[in-house]
């Protein structure tokens, strides 16, 4: 048994939240999903990541906060399983509030991933490891991802032979 816990810093977060859980469901992976800021109610932070860090099932958390993103770091340095930062696309501060899910102190090691698709990717890879399973559907997953750029790239070929092909004929 494995999940993966998608920690959000407020509800508004919630839609990258459904972008990460989509692609969780996709994969079959359990997902449980909170809301705890580690500026407004880090003892709540806390008591979450004990409580699912403590117990035996295999859990990888993706955090999803933006601004000055404490959420990550306090996550990381307060479990042994595998953290995700999936910060939210933001413009503010000139997309440069963005660093404080990058620059975290020694020891502190949260993983970063930008686009929620991503996040959800590498927490089931994460899985994957002691799940052959869920290793066979990420493979899958890639692999359909690969299909999809090889489709349009035929579809391009295609539209380029038939457009050099009118060419020839009005010549």
Known sequence: MSRVVILSGSGSDAP?????????SDLDVA?????????RVPEHVLSLLRDYD????????????????ALSGLSDANVVSPVIACPPASNSFGGLDVLSSLRTPPGV????ALI???AALAAAKILGLADPGLRKR??????????KVMDADGAALLEQSQE???ADELA
């Open 16 to 24: 990258w939240v459904d972008k990460i859980a989509m692609v969780l």
């Open 164 to 166: 050099l092909g009118q």
């Open 54 to 69: 403590q117990d035996e099932t295999q859990t990888v958390f993706i955090t999803v906060a933006g601004m000055s993103d």
């Open 116 to 118: 929620p698709a991503n």
């Open 138 to 147: 990420v493979a899958a997953f890639q692999a359909s991802a690969a299909a």
């Open 109 to 112: 090691g949260p993983m970063t």
């Open 31 to 39: 997902v449980i999903r909170r809301v705890g800021s580690a500026h």
